[in-house]
């Protein structure tokens, strides 16, 4: 069982990863990781891990919650804690992300093997399903917070 953290940092924590800049600015990650990846260079990589690592608190929480990437953030945090099962088991839009393993994995492959059209595509297409997982969270979320609304 994962450690629980105390609700008000927690919540302090996904509001401000809600920020849209912080998604956004996560987005770029994968094609940053694959470069650094493509020319060795390991500094690039440990300088995006780390931006990775710290990115969810350094922005500030979201005035609205009217932006799609911070829904979007927000809905992973519901779909998580509303179906209890994790991001990886077998229904939709979960399998999305089970797709995307190992297809992230190829591309990493293919970059560090400097097949650069095999990794850029490879990447392009883990970009996409995570974008559909992300597109299919958000439908859920407003979904269900319009039918509480009512």
Partial sequence: MAPTLPNDFEE???RRHSDPKSGWSRAVLLPVLLFAVYHRKPRLAGA????A???PVLFSPP?????RM???VLAERWWTRE???GLFDLTHPNRL?????PVSAYAFVAAYRRRPLRAGLAGAVSMGLKFRFVGALVRRYDAANRREDR
């Fill in 83 to 85: 179906r209890e099962a």
């Fill in 53 to 55: 690592a710290v990115n």
């Fill in 63 to 67: 005035e609205t919650d009217d932006a």
């Fill in 48 to 51: 995006a891990l780390l931006f």
């Fill in 12 to 14: 302090r924590f996904w």
């Fill in 97 to 101: 992300n089970l797709l995307n393993v």
């Fill in 70 to 72: 911070t829904r979007a």
